[in-house]
């Protein structure tokens, strides 16, 4: 896991990982990665999420 968002943490705007990006806070605004996004449990993502993987645990409001 290259990239961590805490379950604390708050972002807004684009979020452009090279590798994986794991959210377990709050991402409003696009998410690029080149490798894995996980949402976990406690994550919330009102986004597009572009990805080689997604996979969700928590909630996404957006497109895949």
């Known amino acids: 896991m290259n990239t961590i968002i ?11 990982v090279k590798g994986a990006v794991r ?8 998410v690029i990665c080149t490798d894995t996004v996980t949402v976990g449990s ?3 993502v ?4 572009e990805g080689q ?5 928590g909630k996404v409001v957006g497109n895949l």
């Open 42 to 44: 406690t994550g919330y």
């Open 46 to 49: 009102e986004a597009d999420l």
């Open 6 to 16: 805490g379950k604390d943490t708050v972002f807004t705007g684009t979020l452009d």
């Open 23 to 30: 959210v377990d806070g709050t991402v409003k605004g696009k």
């Open 53 to 57: 993987i997604v996979v969700v645990a």
